[in-house]
């Protein structure tokens, strides 16, 4: 998981830096702008089209966010579901009342838990699990 969210990050760096080395490169020709003149037509059009690449460049940083923000909810959901508490019950074939343990969703595996203790249960097969809370 830490290395999905260090890889994510690292090619928006990358991505980040790309597109901001770009736009350096498009500004660092004032020499070609001196030697032709330019004319109020051509103007107009480059001021259209920077204000496009500005409109664009709003519009990514927005989707970034945007995605940003979903990944970190979508995250922080997920980790309290699985920090919601289970009662869990063991019911024995000698015993008349049931075992109860306290666990937290993630723990739970087919035939194994882990308490809130810190106590690890392994479930025979002659034993039968219920799982309440889910």
């Known amino acids: ?16 830096f790309f597109v901001r ?8 020709s004032p020499a070609r702008n001196a030697l032709a003149p330019v004319k109020s037509k051509e ?15 709003l519009g990514a940083y927005m989707f970034l966010a945007l995605v940003i923000g979903l990944g970190a909810a979508l995250y922080y959901f997920q980790w309290q579901d699985d920090h919601s ?5 063991l019911h024995s074939d000698g015993q008349r009342e049931a075992t109860v343990y306290q666990i937290y969703k993630f723990q739970l595996a ?23 809370g889910l």
């Open 21 to 28: 080395q770009r736009d350096m490169k498009g500004k660092s």
């Open 110 to 132: 087919e035939r194994s838990f882990t308490t809130l203790d810190g106590i690890l249960v392994t479930v025979a097969s002659s034993e039968r699990m219920e799982v309440e």
């Open 43 to 57: 103007k107009a059009i480059e001021q259209e089209a920077h204000n496009l690449s500005a409109d664009m460049r």
């Open 1 to 16: 998981m830490l290395g999905k969210i260090l890889l994510t990050l690292a090619v928006m760096i990358i991505a980040f």
């Open 85 to 89: 508490i289970l009662t869990v019950r």
